[in-house]
């Protein structure tokens, strides 16, 4: 406790000195972050902390240096190797899960380890903390409802100071605690402690972890405790605490009480005490220099760990006998049994994914029937719940394929994709990665109207880290989805539901060895006056445009791209030399979509081979109406593709 109080007062001055800046400190949770962390084994277990967790994460072996050069962005931080702010912790040796920012993601990806653990028969208790206002998230409700569902090993560990910033827990919540609140789940045991006391915070957190580990399932931990210093560097708690609160809140420092009962109980002497003071500040203020001397990180290793296995480009590998001509929604239910037939680590799961339905498109249909309901089985419809547990199976070593039923809905779980999924890998220096493949039904022209039609691609695309698939016909669709599912990072998996069953999208089957490489376009068709580069559901109406051009002597050449994230380039370079002419096209609305970071690359790499300007075609910028003639007003259609086309000759 002394340690976690140094480092916290050391951190402070070193902020002065303008060393760092930002602190959160964990001053006045001492107590309750050291009995909990005292009661749990690192490295067997597993934690998700979160900002304020110093003292616990002291408890789990982290050293003072370590936090010093967590706390000066150093590159030997083994948190991030100075990628992301103080407080941010990690530690990959204890099993601590880098943390990020967001309040509240790391609820469903602690559900997520304890279902790996679970799975795996492992006695293992999965910690994770927060402050009580991030328990007003969504995505606390989610986690607690999964893990009381399937009676997880997941300790939910509150430390209740009572702000959450300036915001009192008064105004949090429904005007009841969070341990009343938290009744309705039955399976849930609910402890309320004194957050002070380093050993009833002890004695009720090894009694959970004993029930955990016997299979009883999940326990919530409310542990009221006081914050000591403001909410963070960035906050002056005397704004909007009186000052009766703060001195209360002095007076029932868990230091203070400790240092009393040590002399109350006669283990140990003021003269000890003091002696063990010193010794601390000697120790830490080593640490500091040692850390302030520590090496910066290398500018050129900003790019290292955006990606687990960078993708290179790779050569299309010969199809081996291919097979019947299949639709896109069988080729991807066959690859989905193949892999789940090779890999007893993969896990399919989602709304309504499991038999009889086998998902609302029937792509996973028959697989919970053939492997279980323990490897396919149906989620909470919470999107966020999905993507979120999905990123701690794969932590644990699973190789999750969940499927979000609409593309329209996955907005929920942006949190989890955008700030979780997408940076595990580049802000934990390539010590964490999930792995894991998102099945996304996407696309119009089924008269879906505006909440079944989207297209996500371009907001996606935004993201490093993710890759992005999209293909346009079932050997594709096969051959991409078993490469995903092999891939050491995350893949975005976009099946556009208007080509699910298109005899136009069958093809050949790929055999069960098949995998088709990232970042490799298919050119659908050769030509020499113009090139269209396009992907899903436009490849095809590029296609039936194409083939009324060359009635009229244009011939034009259809790049597929069959990947957004990595794009083939080289492709695409390769064929305006030949045709000096890029028309880009696509389904999504026209302002903002990929087609327009295409079309910038385009004027930046190929300028010279250019006569005449690059052009788009795409959806009007509306949502997608559900009336047949509007839909077709506002989607791209053949006949509108080739006036562009024609267009584009002209110029």
């Not at 500091?288 to 687990?308: G, K, M, S």
Request: hydrophobic residues 40%.
């Amino acid at each position: 406790m002394l340690t976690s109080r140094t480092l916290d007062e050391k951190m402070l001055i070193l902020l002065r000195q303008g060393k760092s800046f930002f602190h959160i400190g964990a001053a006045g949770h001492e107590a309750a972050q050291i009995g909990a962390g005292l009661a749990l084994i690192p490295g067997v277990d597993w934690a998700f902390p979160y900002y304020r967790d110093l003292a616990f994460m002291l408890s789990w072996g982290t050293t003072p240096l370590e936090i010093l050069l967590n706390f000066l962005a150093k590159a030997d931080d083994p948190s991030s190797a100075g990628r992301q702010m103080p407080q941010h912790y990690g530690h990959k040796a204890h099993r601590i899960v880098s943390q990020s920012s967001p309040t509240g993601t790391q609820f469903l990806q602690a559900v997520g380890v304890a279902m790996g653990a679970h799975k795996s028969g492992a006695r293992e208790v999965v910690y994770v903390s927060s402050g009580e206002g991030t328990t007003s998230q969504g995505d606390f409700y989610e986690a607690i409802n999964w893990a009381t569902r399937d009676r997880l090993p997941v300790l939910f560990f509150i430390q209740d100071n009572a702000y959450a910033i300036s915001v009192p827990r008064a105004q949090q919540g429904a005007g009841s605690s969070l341990y009343e609140m938290a009744m309705g789940y039955k399976s849930m045991h609910r402890h309320e402690v004194n957050g002070l006391d380093l050993t009833e915070v002890n004695k009720t957190v090894r009694h959970c972890a004993e029930l955990a580990r016997s299979g009883k399932g999940p326990s919530l931990v409310v542990a009221h405790t006081v914050r000591l210093f403001s909410h963070s560097s960035s906050d002056d708690q005397r704004k909007y605490r009186a000052p009766e609160d703060l001195q209360e809140s002095e007076a029932a420092d868990p230091l203070i009480s400790l240092a009393h009962l040590l002399l109350e109980r006669r283990f140990a002497t003021p003269e000890q005490l003091e002696t063990l003071q010193q010794e601390v500040k000697i120790e830490i203020d080593e640490a500091a220099r040692v850390a302030e001397e520590a090496a910066e990180p290398d500018p050129a290793t900003l790019l290292d760990h955006l990606y687990a296995a960078p993708v290179t480009a790779a050569p299309e590998p010969e199809q081996p006998a291919p097979g019947p001509p299949v639709v896109i929604v069988d080729a991807l239910n066959h690859a989905l049994a193949e892999e789940m037939a090779a890999d007893e680590r993969m896990l399919i799961y989602g709304q309504d994914v499991a038999d009889a339905k086998g998902g609302v498109f029937t792509v996973t249909k028959g697989l919970s029937t053939r492997f279980g309901s323990e490897r396919v089985f149906n989620s909470p419809l919470a999107e966020s719940s999905i993507i979120g547990t999905a990123i701690g199976l794969a932590l644990y070593g699973f190789k999750p394929v969940v499927e979000i039923q609409f593309g329209d809905y996955i907005w929920t779980a942006m949190m989890q994709l955008r700030n979780e999924v997408a940076t595990m890998h580049w802000r934990s220096a390539g010590n964490f990665s999930c792995p894991m493949v998102i099945r996304v039904p996407v696309g119009g022209y089924i008269h879906g109207g505006l909440c079944h039609s989207q297209n996500i691609e371009g907001f996606f695309a935004h993201l490093p880290g993710l890759h992005i698939c999209y293909p346009s016909t079932a050997g594709d669709a096969k051959g991409l989805l078993k490469e995903a599912i092999h891939q050491q990072d995350p893949v975005l998996f976009l099946e556009h539901k208007g080509l699910y069953r298109q005899s136009y999208a069958m093809s050949p089957e790929p055999g069960p060895d098949y995998r088709l490489p990232f970042g490799k376009a298919r050119l659908v068709r050769e030509g020499r006056h113009l090139t269209v580069i396009t992907w899903g559901m436009l490849v095809h109406k590029a296609m039936q445009a194409a083939q009324s051009l060359a009635t009229e002597g244009i011939e034009a050449e259809i790049i597929d791209l069959r990947t957004i994230n990595p794009l083939d380039m080289e492709v695409i370079l390769h064929s305006l030399a030949k045709t000096g002419r890029a028309l880009v096209a696509h389904e999504d609305t026209l302002t903002a979509g990929f087609g327009a970071e295409i079309a910038a690359l385009i004027a930046d790499a190929a300028f010279e081979y250019l006569d005449a300007p690059v052009r788009r075609l795409a959806a009007a910028d509306s949502p997608v109406p559900y009336n047949s003639g509007l839909e077709a007003v506002m989607l791209p259609q053949a006949e509108t593709i080739a006036k562009s086309m024609r267009a584009l000759i002209a110029y």
